[in-house]
């Protein structure tokens, strides 16, 4: 080899281009959507998603399957329950689901990934109201701020949010490291980020007064 020069090395795995073209196709259902956004947050069984959806067990455990062929999810567990075998996904493309990739998703897989999103989000909030830790701490957050804003406004909103994202992820990393090294606390938090465009005061009956006759 001459000097100065360096061979290129191969990237292990699949190439990006074929992750994201699987996660496409595999989005492509909208019962593959909700079971994916599920196995992006957490391990979960067909069984689990199915009673979040009120689907049937075969069929999600066909779609669940199908994201495993897709390379969109993997198996991580298998338990033994009276006899039957219940098997455990954890989604693996998290990071493929990008704006590109999301524009070519179909109406109906987009819907399905945002209500399967949704459905976490309400989840976790009834499940700390219920607990009583939603309003145990002084300092936690709940906001609903509707604004007017331009698309340049609107760029500048998604991209604080992506980088908002990007800084708990870093902070849950540095939570982790000092709780290895000096056995600090933790407990666990929900933060939820959510950005859209809303109906116009018009459309959606908002301002309207009505009278009493």
Known sequence: ????????????????????????????????AHALAILNERVASP????????????NVSYHVKKLCEFGCAELVKEVKRRGATEHYYRGVTRSFLNDENWAKLTPDSK??????????????????????????????????????VDETGWLEVITLINGTLDEVIDIQARSIA????????????????????????????????????
């Open 1 to 32: 080899m001459p000097k100065g020069k360096v061979k290129k090395r191969k990237p292990k795995g699949p190439h990006k281009e074929i992750v994201e073209g699987n996660l496409v196709k595999a989005l492509a259902h909208p019962l593959r």
């Open 111 to 148: 819907s399905g990934i945002s209500i399967a999103g949704l459905k976490m989000q309400n989840d976790a909030s009834r499940a700390a109201l219920e607990a009583g830790t939603f309003d145990a701490r002084e300092d936690r957050h709940l906001s609903v701020t509707p604004v007017n």
């Open 47 to 58: 069984k689990e998603i199915a009673a979040l959806f009120g689907k049937s067990i075969g």
């Open 178 to 213: 000092r709780q290895a090294e000096d056995s600090t606390e933790s407990f666990r938090a929900t933060v939820s980020l959510l950005s859209f465009e809303s109906p116009s005061p018009e459309s959606s009956g908002e301002g309207k007064t009505e009278t009493a006759d």
